[in-house]
């Protein structure tokens, strides 16, 4: 029979007291291990409630990671997020349509600071931006090619959260909250119906 001191395992801890299970699904580096004291074994692994929220910004900066998963999915060209947005962005052109500005390539350079400084010295935790700017001068064909700094990027920690000034901060994703039920019923003094909205 376990006793109570089993509830005191350490959360550093990688033993397997008997009779449990060690989950191995661990999606955050230096969480503890999920022990589940039930007789029956799991049907379904629980779910990493971050890889949402990870999997869709390695989506949106074209991470190399995000790519080799497209690829085995079988993928031929896949496109990052930031690369649909200054596809459909581009061409730029004046109202004679004489000339035109075009983006493409987006690039990162490497972070400014890692995640520990900028907590402590109220930074930002990003990276610089660079795309590819191409100027077309559609009367005489000639194209002008040059990098441009766009900003520095937020970048996630490997948790799934931003550093904004030194502050860790969470996107949440959520649902449109539903309007709620609507009933009515007859009024007896007026011929006017009484409209009662809960939420």
């Keep these: ?11 550093q801890s990688k033993k397997n007291p008997s009779g449990t299970q060690i989950s191995s699904y661990n999606s955050v580096p230096g969480a ?22 990870i999997d869709s910004f390695d989506w949106l900066i074209g991470s190399p990671r995000w790519r080799e998963a497209a690829i085995a999915r079988g993928e031929a060209n896949p496109v990052g997020g930031l690369e649909e947005v200054l596809e459909e962005l581009s061409p730029i052109e004046d109202f004679s349509g004489s000339m035109s500005l075009s983006f493409s390539d987006p690039r990162f350079d490497e972070v400014k600071a890692p995640v520990d400084e900028c907590k402590d010295k109220d930074m930002t935790f990003a990276a610089p931006l660079f795309v ?3 100027f077309i001068n559609n009367n005489t064909g000639e194209i002008k090619s040059q990098t441009v ?9 490997e948790k799934g959260t931003f550093i904004i000034n030194g502050t860790e901060r969470v996107v949440v994703s959520q649902l449109v909250r539903s309007p709620g039920c609507t009933s009515t019923r007859p009024s007896t003094s007026r011929p006017r119906r009484r409209c009662t909205r809960s939420r």
Aim: charged share 20%; net charge negative.
């Design 1 to 11: 029979m376990l006793e109570g001191c089993i509830l005191a395992v350490s959360r």
């Design 32 to 53: 503890p291990n999920r022990i589940s004291f039930a007789k029956l074994r799991e049907p379904l692994e629980v779910p990493g409630l971050l890889d949402v929220q």
């Design 132 to 134: 590819t700017a191409e």
């Design 149 to 157: 700094f766009m900003g520095d990027f937020p970048m996630t920690t």
